[in-house]
């Protein structure tokens, strides 16, 4: 660990199921995890790793390298794997991040079976997610512009990171898209 378990913002849950519907927020130079409005006793969380902050030596308007997108995924790490612990066992992470809502989109190709099952409207699965992620690599590692219209700017690949490694770590089905 890096010290990013130092960072995080102090957080007492309730017990397992007394505060299950958590919403995402991932910001320039951090990551959130709000209780949904009208828990207004409920505490929040703050994770040090965001997208400008992950993305600063990253070349500008290409795909981070394949090295870079290694470095990125292990100070996500650092900073989502200690955080899971201060949620209940019954966590759902929900986001009304535009730009998430942007991911499932190109998440879903038409034509495929999986599109159709773990992206859909207001459901963004970890398939759908880990096959952008696949997507992101392959751009990394060469693939032309011109054969994936998947965006590689930094803050989009650090904010795909980001939800990836959130969802794998913390045990999660997906990511459900709210207004």
Known sequence: ??????????????????RDRWLLQINAQ?????????????????MPVGTEQLAAGWRRGNP???????????????????????????????????????????ATRPGTAEAASTAAGDWLGIAAVEQLFNRLAARAGGRPASQDALPVDGASAARLLILRE????????GVALVG
Do not use: N
């Open 30 to 46: 951090s990551t959130l995890v709000l209780p949904e409005p009208g828990d207004k006793d409920a505490p929040s969380l703050t």
């Open 64 to 106: 981070p390298t394949l090295l870079q997108i290694e470095q990125a995924i292990e100070a996500i790490e650092d900073a989502v794997m200690p955080a899971r612990a201060r949620f209940p066992a019954a966590l759902q992470l929900a986001t009304r991040d535009p730009h998430v809502h942007a991911l499932s989109a190109l």
């Open 1 to 18: 660990m890096t010290g990013y378990a130092s960072q995080l913002l102090p957080c007492a849950i309730g017990p397992a199921g007394a």
């Open 166 to 173: 959130l969802l794998h770590h913390w045990g999660l089905p």
